[in-house]
Structure formats: C-alpha cells, structure tokens
C-alpha cells in the first residue's frame, strides 16, 4: 500500500461537478492499493496515518498529530502510485491492484480510520475527481508498506 500525505489548509474532491468530501486543516492522502497487499498493509497504515506527527505545536516543531489536534483527513483512492514508468513513455500498472480488490482495501482503511475515532472525508472509487487543495508548508510525506 502507498500514501502520499500531504498537509493541507483545505481539501476537497469533486465528481462529475458535485463536492463529494471536503476538509479544512488536515491531511489529504491519496492511496494506493498493491497487488501484493493483504489485511496487515490496512492495519498498519490506518493506523499509522493519524499519529503521524505533521502539525506544528506550540514551539514550531512537527510534535503533534492529526488524531491529538482532532483534525479530518481526506482519503482518496489512487491506483497510480503504483504507476511503473521505469521503460517506455506510458507508465505501467501491474503491481497495482485488480480495481476489485483495491476497492474492498482502500474501504477497510476508511472504516478502520473511522472506528479509531477519525472524521474521513473520501472521494468515489473509480471516479474521475478534481482533488483541490492549498499544501500547508508545504508538507509532504510517501509512505509505502513494502518499506516498514
């Protein structure tokens, strides 16, 4: 599994026009589900996601945590992470998960966000989405499961 986290002052993600999922302050993370990914890749990024400690405290030093300041995150599907542009011109996705699969992980990490207390905004799985947002920092974090 990969995430791209980013810090954010606002985020939100439209479909076909409509705002499905918007955020202030918080984290957008953009996930991507591997092939190779079971229910241990779940458990350890839904719960590593919110104790990340990316905000700022009271001396200017990155101590506190999306779950301590009791901030949303913004989770949206994103095969391409797993986009292998190595040869060639046109990325390829083989390492990413069959869209069925991915769909049933990137569901169980909202709901194990969710039952751990997070408020989780999302996008729609496999919908085209305009994801806006304003970077805060900017701050900016890749984390992927093969490398834990």
């Known amino acids: 599994m990969r995430a791209v986290i980013q810090r954010v002052k606002q985020a939100s ?14 984290l957008l993370v953009l996930l991507g589900v591997g092939r190779e990914d079971t229910d ?23 101590n506190c945590s999306a779950r301590t300041l009791g901030l949303p995150l913004l989770v949206v599907s994103q095969f391409t992470l797993y986009g292998d542009a190595h040869r060639g011109r046109r990325p390829g996705f083989i390492a990413a998960a069959p869209p069925e699969e991915a769909e049933v992980r990137y569901q169980q990490v909202v709901a194990r ?36």
């Open 113 to 148: 966000l969710r039952e751990g207390g997070m408020q989780v905004e999302t996008g729609v799985f496999r919908a085209d989405m305009q994801v806006a947002l304003v970077n805060d920092g900017p701050v900016t974090l890749w984390l992927d499961t093969a490398l834990r």
């Open 13 to 26: 993600v439209e479909v076909g026009g409509q705002q499905v999922g918007a955020i202030g302050q918080g």
């Open 40 to 62: 241990a890749e779940v458990v350890w990024m839904a719960d590593k996601l919110p104790e990340l400690r990316l905000f700022e405290d009271a001396e200017g030093k990155m």
